[in-house]
């Protein structure tokens, strides 16, 4: 038995998918495909937040410096000002590495709700749900991977059928693997 993916609550194999403590064998799965949800305003309003964050002090110490010019003060006073400016400025650098960081895990797990399904025992059922792309992304690939693997016997038994779906609202074959 080979393992293609396994975390906590999936493990893909060469011989079934167990989701959630449910398992499905591969040979009585003829078809899987995939949905993609809306948009997540949270998480887009999230990433904005952050650009923000990045952007405020920067900004700050923009102003900073044309305040200092703009008051025509003595030059200590020009010097102190845009000083100050320039260290709340510099002081994004450590605050921008967390910042995008977070920004760049935001984009790696996605804005949208994922759903992988499949037809077993001739029906429709949902394997799984995540908001995480990426993570969606590793097990739809390892179900891939287990469907074109599968022994011959299996194989023949999906005579006819791609094993893998596209997305969409009902299950169609895909035009390439």
Known sequence: MITY?????????STAIRVDGRTYPLAELGMVWHRRGNRSWRVLAGRGAIGAALAGPLVAAVLGIGLAVWLHRSAVVTIAIVGASVLVGLGVGPLADVLFEHLDRSYARGSREWEMWARWRGQPVRLL????ALRFGQIYRAVQRAMESAPAGQRAQRAGQKAIGSSGSSPRPRSRP
Do not use: A, F
Not at 5 to 13: F, Q
Not at 129 to 132: A, L, N, Y
């Open 5 to 13: 993916y396994d975390d906590r609550s999936v493990r893909v194999t």
């Open 129 to 132: 749900h995540t908001g995480d």
